[in-house]
């Protein structure tokens, strides 16, 4: 098989298309990427930034740049020896404009008869037959309705939105509201989306409708574009978009492996804890949200949390914030909330399945709860019963009144068979994510670079040993796993969590300047204030359009105050008010500078030494597009901000030409950093074949993460505020054998042996040795 050595991720769109990618692979090649990365390219929505709202997957989207530029981008790549992987979505389509979906608008004319009907999760006979679509203001909307004739044909218009009438279902001067009620879709009020649709979704996207590619008509029809990229040799390696959606995964992998002759293929999996994937999965591993974590907390100095967990139950007036519990209502509240339109679904697939008498009416709520107490993603049964199990447990501890219907329960939902236990595990995903992910990372804000995808926030930091544990289990389990610190997905770029992550040297200080500003910009919700002025103090300099925006979203997410559904405009006035007293008032301002001064140059070489830590350590370290330089986007879409490449180029020719860049705002160093790491593992694998930690001696020991990779060497500071605090490195040293090294990134000689770290991190806080003699 052919796998890289690392990718550089790049967000394909129509304003920067194939042709754009092809045009930038000499800087990659450069940086010393071995592989480019895609988001998706197949055909997906007018005007998508993104690509996961998928509308024809014949096609490679034409204003992406289309087959031709998918042909140019390879060949650019291949010139330079790069590999190219791409990143597709087989759990859902996009249907927000059913004309551009040819599938979905077939079955929406058509209903079950439509020839495309399996390829979609609908529960007709709970629609009456029709397929629930929800789109109107109000149940009143009937009423604006028109009936609109076209090329021979008749459809239904509502405001911008176009829906297909079924053959012979209409006539010239029909009543629209009259003729709605003869099609095979129903157009209902919003609202109604949580509780009664009956076609699956993406978590609770109603514009993106699941498909079953479990099918093998609908896998072939949705992957024979995928398998062209193959056998024509445009990719060598698939990305697959969130496959705890489909019913299969582990038979979907198979099939994919067929299809690509045994490729390279990646999963977007969020292990919790020590969760490990089922064995014989064809893939090489996880999107890198595992690795991220741990890079995250071995940065966070642990005596933080005793007092920054304090000041957030002090913003809480007192009432402190139990993990488990808060992603235990939130879970809650999802299930009976956006997603009950899922759980009722499995309340009806488990009566249709138990005689009539023995269906107890507390099962959908048993079913809730479940879903609230289940510890991971999901389970692949037989694979992973025991978190049912868990789930079972801690459900009925919660809600022993429901004791005999989780029992009855369990026992269906652990047999692999089952058609209830298959939706359940499907459902599962979506409460998890939606429950945490975009709800409760939201309300806990202690320290909110660990409110990150795939983290768990109540682990606050990991010491070094554990740092090698990890790796070193990565190493022997997943080599060849992906590993990252951005993504489009992530809440906050690394470089905004690197500098969040010093506030856990400085937790009074934090706390003094909270009260500060809580009296100069109030905030009656103020742990989404702590959120508001972490994210202002990380992403700093931040435009002002970028931090209302992101406060926006950041407390419709949270649901506490205000909320997507109901906005509070009121409340939401006064946040923004908090935003621009940032930029406007100078008192405020005054308490921003300050904060930056203590916490901007640690942030800096936090940022340093998380990049070598992840470009060096086990598996395929990916860069996110631009996050060479310093990455300071929050959540999306503001990490899918064009990137300057032109600046990035020229920045790069600088370096090596010689140039030695200071620890400042340009990101210079970052790129140093960036490209010698990329560079040595791509030129020279076979320095990175083993993993090996190194231990300091000295009295500042404990601030250094070191590892041996097989003949380059890492070496990298934690915890550096506490560092200069008690006067550097001093007497610190790291034995790292007998032969003469190299700095990559310093191009600094040293004998080898028992070297000071006051001398090797004088320049950087981190440094990247080999063998004098191993750049020839």
Known sequence: MKAPVSTYRIQVRPSFDLDAVADVIGYLHELGADWVYLS????????????????????????????????????AARTHGMGVLVDIVPNHVGVATPSAMAWWWDVLANGRDSAHAEAFDIDWDFGGGRVRIPVLGSADDLGALELVATDGAFELHYFDHRFPVAAGTAADGDDAAA???RQHYELVDWRRADADLNYRRFFAVNT????????????????AEIARWFEAGLADGLRVDHPDGLRHPGAYLDRLAELTGGAYVLVEKILEGDERMPR?????????????GDIDRVLVDPAGEAPLTDLDTRLRGGEPVDWAELIHDTKRAVADGILRSEVLRLDRELAAASPADEHLPEVADAVAELLACFPVYRSYLPFGEEHLREAAELATRHRPDLAPAIERLLRILADPEHPAAQRFQQTSGMVMAKGVEDTAFYRYTR???LTEVGGDPAEFAIDVADFHARS????????????TLSTHDTKRGEDVRARIDVIAEVPEEWSAALDELHELAPLDDRPLANLLWQAVVGAWPASRERLHAYAEKAAREAGNSTGWAAPDAAFEERMHALVDAAFDDGRVRAVVDRLLARLELPGWSNGLSGKLLQLTAPGVPDVYQGSELWEQSLVDPDNRRPVDFDARRRMLAELDGGARPPIDASGAAKLLVTSRALRLRRDRPELFEDYMPLAASGTAADHLVAFDRGGAIALATRLPLAL????????????VGSAPLTDVLTGRHHQGGVLRLAEVLHDYPVALLVEEGGLA
């Open 208 to 223: 993106l409708a699941a498909i079953r590619v479990e099918v093998p008509r609908v896998f072939d029809e949705s992957h």
């Open 724 to 735: 200069a605090e008690r006067g550097g490195w001093g007497d610190t040293v790291v034995d």
């Open 472 to 483: 070193a289990s990565r190493h022997e389990r997943m080599p060849r796993s992906m590993t």
């Open 40 to 75: 998706p390219i197949l055909e997906a929505e007018s005007g998508s930034d993104h690509g996961y709202d998928v509308v024809d997957h014949a096609l490679v989207d034409p204003a992406r740049g289309g087959a031709d530029g998918l042909e140019r981008a390879a060949a």
């Open 179 to 181: 003729v709605h009620a």
């Open 447 to 449: 320290l909110t670079s």
């Open 280 to 292: 014989g999965w064809a893939t090489e591993g996880t999107t890198g949200y595992d690795a991220l």
